[in-house]
DNA sequence: GCCATAACGATCAATATCAATCATTATCCA
DNA sequence: TGGATAATGATTGATATTGATCGTTATGGC
C-alpha cells in the first residue's frame, strides 16, 4: 500500500472512531508500528490528528463527537453496536438494516475487508469511504427522515441476495414478537430475514415490553439478540426458555 | 497506445480508486514502470494528478480550485445545471444519473414537487431533506469514490421503472457516439435510456472531442444536449445536420 | 515510593523507489 | 526512403521507506 494512502486510512479511522490504538492500525493496516508511530508524527506535525500515548485521537468535529454528549441510549447503543462489530470476521457478507443502532454496528465496520449490504442511506455514506469494504445498497422508495430505502424495488432487490449474517433492530418486543412502526419496513424486513444465514438483533433494553405496530417476526426468530445491562430479570428467563442465544453487553 | 491515451487512463484510473501504484498502471497499461514515472512526471506537472512515493493519489477538490481551468469548468456545470432545471416542470418524473454535472442540477432541484430516481448517493443525501420530492433510490453495487450504484441489482432495478426525463453527462462525445469511461456504468446507463421518454445529456464543451473507454450511444441519441458556450462551431454544425435539440448555456 | 509493564524515540540493515542515463525502437516529416 | 526526433525499456547509483531492535521514559498497580 502507498504511504499517502496509508496516512489517509489512518485519519479515516480516526476520523470514525474518535480514537485508534497503534496496534489496531498497525493490524488494520499490515504494516509495523514503527511505521504507524512515523505516520502519526508525520500526522500530528501536519494538524490532521492529535497523538496521544497508545494512538491517536482525531481533531475537530468528529461524528463520534458529535453523538458523545448524547443520551444514555446511545452509549449503550455504542457498546452494543462494538459488541456486535467484535463478532463479525474478515471476509462475512453481512446485511445491515437502517436504524441508530445499526449505525453504531457500521461504525466499527469501517476498513474491515467484509462484503456489506445494506438499505440505509447513513450507513452507505459512512462505509462509501472504506476501500476494504464491498458495499452493495439496497434501492427502493427513499423513507425521509431515516433514510431508508424501502418498497417493492427493496423486496424485490433484496431476492436476489444470500448473506451470512443479518444484523437488524427492532421498534419493540413484547411475548408475542418483534415489532416494528412501519409496515413498509416490515415488508422487507421480513425479506431480509429469509436471505440471511444468522440473524442478529440489536436493541437496547428500553425495547423490551414496548409494542409497535406491525409484527416482524416471533420472538425466537433471531439466532442471537444483543441488548444492554438494562434488560430485566423476566425477560432474561422468558428468552432463556428459548433456542435464541441471549448477550448481555455491560 | 498513444502517449496521450495512456495519459488519460492513468488519470481515470486515479479518480476511479483514488489511489494507483506504478506496479498497478504498468501492470493495467502493459508498459514500463519507467514510462509511467514519466507519465506520472507529466501530469504531476500538469496538475492533473499528484505524486506519491510508489504511485499516484487523484487531485481532490482542494487542489482543483487552484486550478483555473477546473475551476472554469465547475461555474460552467453550476450554470449548465441551472439551465437544465428550468426545464423540469412540477411532477415531473426524472431519472438523474450520477455524476458533478447532474449533482448541479440536483440542487437546483430541491424543494420542488417531483418524483426523482437516481443511482447515485451524493444526490440522494442532497435530495433526502427535500420534503416536496418523492425519492426512488437505484440500488446495487456502490462504485467507490464516485458512489454511484452498478451492477446487475441496478439494471434489475432501472428495468421496472419508467420516468418522463433522464438528464445524465457523458465522459467523452466523438463523431461515433457518446463515451463513458466505466463498462459497469455504460450497461446501467444503457438501461437508463431504454426507460425514459425524453433524454437530455448536460456535459460542458471540453467533453466534445475526447474519447473514453466504453460506447454508450449514438451521438443522435438523445433528445436534448445541453453543453456551455465554449462549443466549437464545428461541433454546432455537426449536431446541427441530426435531430438533437442544441441548448447553448450562455 | 517502587516495580513491572508498555510505549517511546533513535538507530541500523534490508528493501523499495526514484531520477538520471543510455541504447534501442517507433514515429514523423521532408 | 532516409534522417531527425521522440518515446520506450533497462540499468544504475542515490535516496527514501520499512521493520526490527535497543536503551530510555512514561504509566499504572501495589
Redesign the interface.
Known sequence: M????RREKIVEYAENNGYASLQQLAELLDTSESTIRRDLEYLDGKGQVRRTRGGVAYVGESLTDFDERTTRALSQKKRIGRAVADLIEPGDSILLDGGTTTLEVARHLVNRPLQVVT?S?PI??LL??S?ET?????????Y?KT?V?LG???V??LR??RVRRLIMSVGGITREGMFNSNSLLVEAEQRMLETAEEVIVAVDAGKFGRNALSKLCELDRPDRIFVDSGLDDNWKEILGSTDVELTIVE
Chains 1, 2 share one sequence.
Do not use: F
Not at 464491498?134 to 427513499?142: A, H, K, N, P
Open positions: 502507498l504511504p499517502d494512502q438499505n442511506l452507505a455514506q462509501m469511504n476501500p464491498e458495499l452493495i445498497l439496497i434501492g427502493g422508495y427513499l425521509p433514510g430505502a417493492p424495488i427493496a424485490e432487490a436476489t441476495i
